[in-house]
């Protein structure tokens, strides 16, 4: 079992910038951020493999968001720029049971570990 604790979250003006954190217990492999606005559906942020070599991003976010883990910590980070006020939501780190070295995973429904999420508010 794989427990996973977000953290780094709050409030920040448009512009601004913020960094999640995200410390998992047990082993992980390739690891992901999705996020929730309300009244919407759960859309897909950044994937990182196992190695932290490999990464994905949401088109939409690209040149904005960086994902990165520590392999020493067993914690994975966002950090976020630019921000703005459709950025707002819950965000959530998740992980899957196993994947290769360099293997991505998009897909909400093929992870099987999720943080109970954290908030990240954008005033604008």
């Known amino acids: 079992q794989v427990q996973l604790v977000e953290s780094g979250g709050g409030l920040v003006q448009a512009g601004g910038s913020l960094r999640l954190s995200c410390a998992a217990s047990g082993r992980t492999f390739t690891m992901g951020w999705f996020r929730q606005a309300p009244g919407k559906e759960r859309e897909f942020v950044a994937t990182?493999?196992?190695?932290?070599?490999?990464?994905y991003y949401a088109d939409s976010l690209k040149g904005r968001f960086t994902i990165a883990r520590d392999t020493t910590k067993n914690t994975v980070y966002l950090q976020m720029s630019s921000l703005k006020s459709e950025d707002t939501a819950v965000y959530y780190c998740?992980?899957?049971?196993?994947?290769?070295?360099?293997?991505?995973?998009?897909?909400?429904?093929?992870?099987?570990?999720w943080g109970q999420g954290t908030q990240v508010t954008v005033s604008s």
């Open positions: 998740t992980a899957v049971s196993y994947s290769s070295l360099e293997q991505i995973v998009t897909t909400a429904r093929d992870y099987d570990y």
């Open positions: 990182i493999s196992r190695s932290g070599r490999n990464t």
